[in-house]
């Protein structure tokens, strides 16, 4: 009997109540770092100033970008003007290594004739279903619909809430590098989201 009693006390406790959500997107592009674990939140800030130092220091023009084998031609993008341009090196797809700031399988311009590109991001890139566990309750792997991937961006903003958003901060740019980085055609490129990550388009930006 007491057994049983027990039991009933113990089928009476109310359910532990949810863990805070770190994202609500669409409703917001940024995460709420005050209820994310602080390992992750340290672990993200690590890879975002790691980011910002090796985007300095290996990518400080667009040609040492292409000397290190990232392609791509702003003259192919068909859309108006100013808008995110990725320079991608595709060999770095399958080279082993995952979110490493020395090697990001993209980087993103900012295309803003006749002012010259600035670099604003770099894009990682995994295989779809195995993203790295480093930072997972944090960093926004999203799809670019290719079939295979998923990525995310590490923006060179000057804070971790909107250097990890989940499309581009561009307030935080202005402020960042002093330009208006609106754009004329921001739904141009449409998106879709992979299993297991929530619903809503991919980022406004591509090339």
């Not at 980011?51 to 300095?56: L, P, T, Y």
């Not at 990682?124 to 995310?152: F, I, T």
């Not at 609106?182 to 989201?193: E, F, H, I, V, Y």
Request: contains cysteine; hydrophobic residues 35%; proline residues 12%.
């Amino acid at each position: 009997m007491a057994a049983a009693c027990a039991a009933g006390a113990h089928a009476q406790e109310p359910a532990p109540a949810p863990a805070p959500a770190v994202w609500n997107y669409p409703a917001s592009i940024y995460p709420d770092l005050s209820v994310a674990p602080p390992a992750d939140v340290a672990d993200a800030n690590r890879l975002w100033l790691r980011s910002k130092r090796s985007a300095a220091k290996l990518f400080p023009t667009v040609a040492a970008a292409r000397k290190k084998g990232y392609k791509g031609h702003v003259s192919k993008i068909n859309r108006p003007k100013p808008f995110f341009f990725h320079l991608r090196n595709t060999k770095l797809h399958d080279d082993g290594r995952e979110l490493d700031p020395r090697s990001p399988e993209a980087i993103v311009y900012w295309y803003d004739p006749p002012r010259p590109m600035v670099l604003v991001a770099f894009m990682y890139r995994v295989h779809e279903g195995k993203e790295p566990a480093y930072a997972r309750s944090v960093l926004p792997w999203h799809s670019h619909c290719d079939g295979w991937s998923v990525v995310m961006h590490t923006w060179f903003t000057n804070d971790l809430r909107s250097g990890i958003a989940r499309k581009p901060p561009r307030p935080e740019f202005s402020t960042a590098f002093g330009r208006d980085f609106g754009d004329p055609t921001p739904d141009s490129a449409s998106g879709c989201q992979p299993k297991g990550h929530g619903g809503g388009d991919h980022d406004d930006h591509d090339g």
